[in-house]
């Protein structure tokens, strides 16, 4: 089974800090995603990535980088965290033409 | 503008009915149609893929309809179970070329089965 790892379940952040988000997979999926999901928004892309060092931006990518020097490991960093930014995380992978798998969320807030 | 819905109330059911829950979208022209499982505080899980020439897909007690012209997907869950509570997601992929798994997200329904 695909597994899709993201490190943290629940962080907290203060305004202003610098935030890293941590997605690892292990089934050498080519594309590698970002989602953030919020109650009545459901689930928003951020950023993808289709291969190393390739990065493309999603519907919402203000506030937001990402990184992916590793095929397995894809990382959302929040530069300067706001309020705004309290939600669901979660980075998803697949391989083309198939379908995504999921981590199980990191819930970020900021306070 | 492109849109998914998905009923935002939850569907409350007895258990051993069959469960139907719809997707409707506006200004897309989808190559196919997924439906995903999430329970709470975890991430998605795949449950079914539908495409555009299909009209009908079964998986065990679940199956998926699809109707281009009325711009629909319907999910069926019979026999249901308290298990089957869950927060169902349809997602589409919106047929932008080479946009590949850049897939689109209703809000979800929530069905609650009752025993």
């Known amino acids: 089974d695909v597994k899709v790892t993201q490190s943290s379940r629940y962080l907290v952040k203060r305004t202003g800090e610098k935030v890293f988000l941590e997605c690892v997979q292990d089934m050498d999926h080519e594309n590698m995603f970002w989602y953030r999901q919020d109650p009545g928004l459901g689930l928003r892309l951020i950023y993808f990535s289709y291969d190393v060092k390739m990065k493309e931006k999603g519907d919402i990518p203000e506030g937001y980088s990402v990184s992916r020097e590793k095929k397995e490991r894809f990382s959302l960093i929040l530069e300067s965290a706001s309020t705004n930014q309290t939600s669901m995380y979660l980075c998803?992978?697949?391989?083309?033409?198939?379908?995504?798998?999921f981590g199980n969320g990191t819930r970020l807030t900021v306070t | 503008s492109q849109k998914i819905e998905q009923n935002s109330e939850a569907l409350n059911i007895q258990e051993g009915k069959t469960a139907t829950l719809t997707c409707n979208y506006t200004n897309y022209s989808p190559a196919y149609l997924q439906w995903y499982r999430q329970d709470p505080g975890r991430g998605p899980v795949f449950l079914l893929l539908?495409?555009?020439?299909?009209k009908e897909k079964r998986k065990e007690r679940l199956k998926v309809t699809f109707d281009t012209t009325l711009k629909q997907s319907l999910f069926h869950i019979t026999a249901s179970q308290p298990a089957d509570s869950a927060t169902y997601l349809c997602?589409?992929?919106?047929?932008?070329?080479?946009?590949?798994?850049?897939?689109?997200f209703g809000g979800g329904t929530r069905l609650m089965v009752k025993p």
């Open positions: 998803a992978s697949t391989t083309n033409n198939s379908p995504l798998h």
């Open positions: 539908i495409r555009e020439n299909e």
């Open positions: 997602a589409l992929d919106p047929s932008l070329g080479n946009a590949g798994n850049m897939l689109t």
